[in-house]
């Protein structure tokens, strides 16, 4: 009973410590993407839509909210 729980853990130990050499890699390859996309990027005007025109009276919540969702769509695409 211990042998087999032994063989069990060494057995999950390995594969863990594969599976963690993988993730190591691809982590790797992660860093090395994102460090040479970040200076690559550039957002084309297609990228980021323009939110309604203001048109008439609005009050101050809504230009507060037109404000909001200007903000967050223009933030949200860096």
Known sequence: MIMALKEETMATTRALSTRIEEFEGELALCRAAVGNGVANA?????????????????????????LWRWRSRTTDKR
């Open 42 to 66: 550039a957002l084309s005007n297609e990228d980021v839509s323009k939110p309604k025109e203001f048109v008439g009276t609005m009050s101050a919540c809504d230009v507060d909210n037109f």
